[in-house]
């Protein structure tokens, strides 16, 4: 039976899931993208947690995506673990490396003293310590702190109104997608992506090591929102980073970027992912608050490809059962709005293209409810036609065949798509017949139900289909 959800879930690994019996029975469950968290651990740890995930992908098609830390700057170190900042206090962050002590301290990015500019603001530990730019001196700004707490070791430093001089893509960052490519990891996700420049960059580099990566961008900072049009036009799709967005901008406008981030996405064709504190009740207690569940279920409402987990399964109590929450929120609302008859608008970007592949995605989505199909097959060599598929919101499954095992993964991010790979058929016409084989095998279809079938010849050539047919299921073994 078709018993996956349309909307994917990604799990953040870690040691909570590091069991490779668990990881298994989380994939089973629902989990098809496997986030590694390079801001974390050794790289022989990554490696046993993509080893755990490549002994799942013999089974299930489970992606990997590695995120990039990005420049995040944090405060040095503050003597005797910590310094007491009441609002009112100033304090002095300087450019030179010092132990911070008595009102003075300094960070992980020398040219922050000279980028920030007086009445900015200055956050540390995601906005918990306030502090506004009073005065700049050589070598050092002074600021007021607006609302008081304990200032520790490096802890994150956040400044929502400063553009800084700093390449988004650092050294460490250059390391890790070295590895990335070399291990060959499905998508990597930008941290602090400010342009599309960013994008661009890590592009060039991908080509030039002929790697087929997509890229993620992360929007969590002012200047992205700016720049999404063409944020969205350079990536391959986007994660709704709320937790730095929170700090970023005003906490209350997080729900309307989202939604925004979201809808434009659909828009421009992309993937996206919604993240940050999914379920963050679950990584002490085994059932979520009724806020989370909501939560949730509004991402899917809005449209969102996946919804991801991170400290929920990297170091929660319950990460079995915080997938298979996400998993029945899903099936819930999914159910919910296909007895609506909630229907989500073809994005506007491909219907303005006039794009070959788009356009029999459209004229499936309109043949499919026509003619009730039971679900649709796609041949997708690269996984174009899938995406297109997928982005049409199509009330059933879409079954997306490839010979390629990197497209098949790749295709495991697309929302109500279940990739598979296959032996290409000996003749076109012998794809009928392997549906059937296939719907018999697994038991989608029950003999008379129709489904639609999306391919192009020859099969197994990117960017080929050009056709639509509806097969009756059990007409081609007769």
Not at 104 to 126: P, W
Not at 164 to 192: G, R
Not at 208 to 234: F, G, H, T
Not at 277 to 287: A, E, I, K, R
Request: aromatic share 4%.
């Amino acid at each position: 039976m078709l018993n996956c959800t349309k909307t994917k879930i990604v799990a953040t690994l870690g040691p909570a899931c590091a069991d490779p019996e668990l990881f298994n029975q989380m994939a089973h469950t629902g989990v098809t993208i496997a986030r590694l968290n390079f801001s974390h651990g050794s790289v022989e740890t990554r490696m046993q947690y993509l080893q755990t995930v490549r002994k799942a992908q013999s089974h299930y098609p489970v992606a990997v995506m590695g995120d990039l830390c990005g420049p995040k700057i944090r405060i040095g170190k503050v003597l005797d673990g910590g310094m007491q900042a009441a609002t009112g206090d100033q304090i002095t962050i300087q450019r030179d490396e010092i132990i911070g002590a008595n009102g003075i301290l300094s960070s992980n990015t020398a040219c922050l003293v000279d980028d920030v500019q007086i009445g900015q603001k200055v956050l540390i530990d995601d906005g918990m310590i306030r502090m506004l730019v009073v005065d700049k001196l050589p070598g050092r700004i002074i600021c007021q702190v607006t609302h008081g707490g304990l200032i520790q070791s490096n802890k994150g430093l956040n400044l929502p109104n400063t553009r800084l001089s700093i390449p988004s893509i650092t050294d460490k960052d250059w390391t890790d997608l070295d590895w990335a490519v070399n291990q060959d990891l499905d998508y990597i996700a930008l941290s602090f992506v400010r342009s599309s420049d960013d994008i661009n960059v890590v592009r060039q580099f991908l080509d030039r090591r002929r790697s087929n990566i997509d890229i993620i961008a992360k929007i969590e900072m002012p200047q992205a929102v700016d720049d999404l049009p063409a944020i969205l036009d350079a990536a391959d799709g986007v994660l709704v980073a709320r937790g730095d967005m929170g700090v970023e901008m005003e906490l209350t406008s997080v729900p309307l970027i989202q939604k925004q981030i979201v809808a434009a996405a659909h828009d421009a064709g992309k993937p996206a992912i919604v993240a940050t504190q999914m379920l963050q009740s679950m990584v002490d207690n085994p059932s979520p608050t009724r806020a989370e569940v909501s939560d949730v279920a509004n991402a899917i409402l809005d449209r969102a490809d996946a919804v991801m987990l991170s400290g929920e399964t990297a170091v929660g109590k319950y990460p079995l059962e915080a997938v298979q929450t996400l998993r029945d929120i899903a099936e819930r609302t999914e159910r919910y709005m296909v007895q609506h008859n909630i229907e989500v608008e073809p994005p506007k970007l491909l219907q303005l293209t006039h794009h070959r592949t788009a356009a029999i995605a459209h004229g499936a989505r309109l043949i499919a409810k026509d003619i009730n199909a039971r679900l649709v097959v796609v041949w997708s060599q690269a996984g174009g036609s899938a995406r297109y598929l997928s982005k049409n919101r199509l009330p059933m499954h879409v079954v997306a065949l490839s010979t390629d095992a990197a497209a098949v993964r790749r295709m495991a991010l697309y929302y109500g798509v279940m990739p598979m790979r296959m032996d290409i058929p000996r003749h076109f016409d012998d794809l009928p017949g392997m549906v059937d084989d296939l719907v018999k095998r697994f038991g989608w279809a029950q003999p008379g139900e129709r489904i639609l079938i999306a391919a192009g010849s020859p099969l197994g050539t990117a960017g080929a289909t050009n056709s639509l047919s509806v097969h009756t299921v059990g007409e081609a073994m007769s």
